[in-house]
């Protein structure tokens, strides 16, 4: 065929070709809400429609004799036909993964969690991977929200009883005092006092908690030698730790420097260590280290308790959460928040803290970036 003629056919095509393009766009447009099945056909029957005008615009030519122009249109209706049933199946394939999608979507809103969908597209298979993988995450997410809810329900009501308990016990002993019936006198108002202490410290813990998880806590970080802080804690305790019998041995105590938040971290230290008095044995000596690790400084506080079971350990950084046994303890119950405060002062400061059994005890771990460390 001359280069003339081919030119001529190229240009007949286009002439046809670039309008049914356009057409084709504008309706895909308009159509742009419809089913997908629609749009598919609309583009095969809109390239069946280019063959077809570009084979009447060459015979009109005379470039095609009539004998194959009938042949060509045997073969261009068998193809236009297979074309446009194809055409209908892949798009009712689409529309049924499509549809396969949607009711994925409900069953997220629905709080379900959506199952693996297999035979689709790379595309659509990896919508649907990426779907599962966020009801996976709410669902976890409704797990933690729902944990959580349980322990503030849980602290409320512990701190409403531990909270009465005091002011109960104020109140008879105000009205005793009212009513003239007590010989000793300043031994009731030093109890009057110890309560209200007590109730004082819980009132601090759930303000520091609430400081934390609102993640409004305001550290101001200095250098400062740990030793001092633990020294004040121990003499701070000493009077419950003689009350109770319990030895506190302090000589693992070394001075370690770290860059810290004076006031929340002599807290944090205090906290730990009234921690294992309060639960340590009688009789029983409980131990505190400080000392210095690569890039660390650690401080840590062991008793002699008996132990935690173990399903109760990831349990105790929980704020509100007690043991039932811790419960019964009533003489020395808290508002359940003394080692959730801790965490969230030692996070403050880039640092961690970790509980696990030891010997006939537990150890209380708690990790400070050195002064001058990254954290």
Not at 190 to 206: E, W
Request: charge should be negative.
């Amino acid at each position: 065929m001359a280069s003339s003629d081919l030119l001529t056919i190229l240009l007949l095509v286009l002439v046809w070709a670039v309008p049914i393009a356009a057409a084709t766009m504008v309706l895909q447009w308009l159509l742009r809400r419809s089913s997908i099945v629609l749009q598919i056909c609309l583009v095969v029957v809109s390239a069946v429609a280019v063959l077809v005008a570009g084979l009447v615009g060459a015979f009109n030519a005379m470039f095609i004799s009539a004998h194959d122009l009938e042949v060509m249109w045997y073969i261009v209706g068998i193809a236009s036909v297979l074309s446009v049933l194809v055409a209908v199946v892949l798009g009712m394939g689409m529309a049924r993964n499509a549809r396969a999608l949607i009711s994925a979507a409900r069953s997220i809103g629905r709080g379900e969690t959506v199952a693996t969908t297999r035979n689709m597209s790379s595309e659509l298979a990896a919508l649907a991977l990426e779907m599962k993988s966020t009801s996976e995450k709410l669902e976890e997410s409704r797990r933690r929200v729902e944990a959580v809810e349980g322990a503030r329900r849980e602290l409320v009501a512990w701190v409403s009883h531990d909270l009465r308990t005091p002011l109960a016990s104020m109140r008879a002993m105000t009205e005793a005092l009212e009513d003239g019936v007590v010989d000793d006198v300043s031994d009731y108002y030093r109890k009057i006092i110890a309560q209200s202490d007590r109730m004082n410290v819980m009132v601090n813990d759930l303000l520091e908690l609430s400081k934390i998880q609102a993640g409004t806590l305001v550290v101001t970080m200095e250098t400062m030698d740990l030793y001092d802080l633990v020294s004040d804690a121990i003499a701070d305790l000493s009077p419950l730790a003689v009350q109770r019998g319990v030895d506190v041995n302090g000589e693992r105590v070394t001075s370690t420097l770290a860059s810290v938040d004076s006031a929340s971290m002599g807290r944090a230290v205090r906290n730990v260590i009234l921690n294992a008095l309060m639960y340590t044995k009688p009789e029983t000596t409980v131990r505190i280290a400080v000392d210095a690790e690569p890039g660390w400084a650690v401080v840590a506080v062991e008793d002699a308790c008996g132990g935690i079971p173990e399903q109760d350990l990831p349990r105790l950084f929980t704020a509100g959460w007690r043991s039932v046994s811790e419960r019964s303890k009533s003489a020395f119950s808290g508002a359940g928040v003394g080692l959730s405060m801790v965490a969230g002062i030692a996070h403050a400061h880039h640092g961690v803290v970790a509980v696990e059994n030891a010997g006939d005890g537990c150890r209380v771990t708690l990790r400070i970036p050195t002064a001058g460390a990254g954290g």
